[in-house]
């Protein structure tokens, strides 16, 4: 189903780009990098085009704070 504001299904919103999850976190292009291909950060990449999952990014970094697997 739509977002009424922009158009878009509300599951592509969900998926950022590098830099707006570098916004949200408040860290460097390169810490995220570093994180994700140390397992601790869950992408989606197509290619060269790598997505993040929001929700998803938000609950493991919870569980990761937690102590949790």
Same mark, same amino acid.
């Given at each position: ?5 922009? =158009? ?10 590098? #830099?707006?999850?570098? %916004?949200?976190? =408040?860290?460097? %292009? ?5 994180? %994700?291909?140390r397992?601790?950060?869950?992408a989606?990449?197509?290619? %060269? ?12 970094? #919870? ?7």
């Amino acid at each position: 189903m739509p977002d009424a504001a922009t =158009g878009k299904s509300k599951l592509a919103t969900d998926f950022i780009d590098t #830099l707006e999850l570098c %916004r949200r976190l =408040g860290c460097s %292009r390169r810490t995220t990098t570093n994180l %994700r291909e140390r397992g601790k950060l869950p992408a989606v990449i197509l290619g %060269r085009l790598v997505r993040y999952h929001w929700p998803t990014v938000e609950a493991t970094l #919870l569980r990761q704070q937690t102590g949790q697997p």
